[in-house]
């Protein structure tokens, strides 16, 4: 079945640092991927998405690019705030998009100033 | 952006009884919303996929004759979970498809914690 295996926090960085979360991912035929953000206390809410291989989805200095041939989703960002702070998913869906999506376990960030 | 409106936040119930929990798309319709649960460190885990006037789909090793999803309406999901026992403690969290508008895409709810004494 489809998985997906995302770096385990937490990952705690200085303010203005470059980072990094590793995503990759099983999955049948062509999935879409996505990277969705948790703040505390509040719902999953969709952060960048990708649908086909070379796309890359960018929002809020965030950017990743679909990879089918190392099938990874790695999301980037030049420079982190500390409102950046929050747990992030990375997650695929499989199915035309009529699916539910497949999660990684979720990457707790901490930015300090 | 698209708001997703999950009740209650935190139920604390006792072995034996039943808890619902409401999922609610407060402004735009949604012809199919997903259940999912947490359990700690660990992914989300789809449960099931709620459609409007039709049955529930299960994934798989999830009861259904426990967890009860209701799709009653475009804006409403309901997930009952029977008998509820001490296992059954989890984050339990929905998500709508917003139908006709930006495809592909869900909305969260933020989430209903469950603890069974």
């Known amino acids: 079945g489809d998985s997906v295996t995302q770096m385990e926090g937490p990952v705690t960085l200085s303010e203005e640092a470059f980072l990094t979360i590793n995503c990759t991912y099983t999955?049948?035929?062509?999935?879409?991927l996505f990277w969705y953000v948790q703040y505390p206390g509040e719902g999953l809410q969709l952060l960048l998405k990708?649908?086909?291989?070379?796309d890359k989805g960018s929002n809020k200095g965030f950017e990743a690019t679909y990879r089918k041939e190392t099938t990874s989703f790695h999301l980037e960002k030049g420079s982190v705030q500390v409102s950046d702070s929050a747990v992030y998913f990375c997650?695929?869906?499989?199915?035309?998009?009529?699916?539910?999506?497949?999660f990684g376990k979720g990457t707790h960030l901490i930015i300090q100033p | 952006g698209a708001v997703v409106s999950q009740h209650p936040s935190w139920v604390i119930c006792k072995s034996g009884t039943s808890v619902k929990i409401e999922c609610r798309s407060l402004?735009?319709?949604?012809?199919?919303m997903f259940w999912y649960r947490q359990f700690p460190k660990q992914s989300l885990m789809l449960m099931a996929t709620?459609?409007?006037?039709?049955?529930?789909?299960?994934e798989q090793g999830v009861e259904k004759d426990k967890f009860l999803i209701n799709h009653a309406s475009l804006t409403l999901s309901t997930l009952t979970v029977t008998s509820a026992h001490p296992e059954d403690s989890s984050f339990y969290i929905c998500?709508?498809?917003?139908?006709?508008?930006?495809?592909?895409?869900?909305?969260f709810g933020a989430g209903t914690r469950l603890s069974v004494l």
């Open positions: 997650a695929l869906r499989s199915g035309g998009g009529a699916d539910g999506l497949t």
């Open positions: 990708a649908t086909k291989a070379d």
């Open positions: 998500s709508a498809d917003a139908s006709g508008q930006a495809k592909n895409i869900q909305y």
């Open positions: 402004d735009f319709q949604a012809t199919t």
């Open positions: 709620s459609n409007e006037g039709s049955k529930a789909t299960y």
């Open positions: 999955a049948t035929g062509y999935p879409s």
